[in-house]
Each structure stands twice: as C-alpha cells, then as structure tokens.
C-alpha cells in the first residue's frame, strides 16, 4: 500500500512539475537568477557590444547565454554552432576575426562573441525601417532572420522566436557584468 501511494505521489510530482516546466515557469524561474558572465567573456562582451550601439552589452551577454549556456562548443540539433550559435553558411558570410589573429574561427569564442555583435549590428540596419521595437526587432532578426522581421513588419508570429526575444530581455535584466 505504502508503495502504491509513493508510485502516485511521484507521477503527480513529475506531472506537476512537467506541468510547471510546461507553462515555463522553470524557464522563468531560471531567467529570474542572475545571469553571471564568465569571467574571461566580460571583457570580450564589453568589447564586442561597442560594434553596436543599438545592442547593449547586457542584451548580448543574455543573447550568448541564450543561444549556449556559454558553451563554445555547443552544436544545436539544427546545426548551430559556437556560443553564438551560427549556422555554418551564416557564419561563412558574417562571422569575423575578433581577436585578430588572422582567422574567423566559429569555435573561438571571442570571434564568435564579435560577430554576433557585429551581426546584431548589421540585423539593425536592415530592420530600421520595420516599425515596432527596434531591439525586439534586432534580436529577432538574429533568431529568424532579418528577411523574416521585414515580411511581418516586426517580431515575426514564431512562437520559437517570440520566446527568444522575450528570454533574452527578461534575461537582460539580470545580467551581471
């Protein structure tokens, strides 16, 4: 008796919880800590958002933590690569030489850290005749595709997309830099 009680106490936690993680109250609770930047990113971050005004430091560092969970070796299921997870074509048009060493490389982080800015710098160009707002737009932009932002004239209806742009911002908020 004791372990059928167990049995369906544990399914209804694990059916609470799935419920919880559902809702994305586990996403928003995680989102409500502190983001902390890995030490040797801060400076990079830093660095890297003075490529775009448009783009504060602390959205791009929520971006990175975002698309990786500061892994630079995070490969996406679709194929995404790096802490700022470029897909592989993007990368071999956008990404750029960040540390200066001769070579744009998706794997080093801060190469990849300066073309995500880099990117989110050129996303604001050719979104800035898109009306609604210019960040929501850009950060779009990075998780869709500037083509993409432009046809819907704004955050496109993706439910992926619009829960980017919502995580990094709320993520923004809690950013320690």
């Not at 700022?84 to 490389?105: R, T």
Request: hydrophobic share 50%; proline share 6%; with cysteine.
């Amino acid at each position: 008796m004791i372990a059928i009680v167990a049995a369906a106490v544990l399914v209804f936690a694990v059916s609470a919880v799935g419920g919880f993680v559902a809702l994305g109250g586990l996403d928003r609770w995680r989102d409500a800590q502190a983001i902390v930047v890995p030490e040797q990113y801060r400076p990079v971050i830093k660095q890297a958002a003075k490529r775009c005004k448009a783009v504060p430091a602390r959205v791009l560092a929520a971006q990175l933590a975002s698309e990786s969970s500061w892994d630079p070796r995070a490969v996406s299921p679709a194929g995404a690569q790096g802490i700022a997870q470029f897909m592989p074509e993007v990368w071999a048009e956008y990404g750029v030489d960040g540390d200066g060493d001769g070579s744009a490389d998706v794997w080093n982080p801060i190469d990849a850290i300066h073309s995500a800015a880099e990117l989110n710098c050129l996303n604001h160009l050719l979104v800035a005749d898109v009306p609604g707002d210019e960040l929501r737009n850009v950060l779009a932009a990075y998780n869709a595709g500037f083509n993409q932002v432009v046809r819907y004239q704004g955050v496109p209806p993706f439910p992926e997309t619009q829960e980017y742009v919502e995580r990094v911002l709320r993520r923004a908020e809690q950013v320690e830099l």
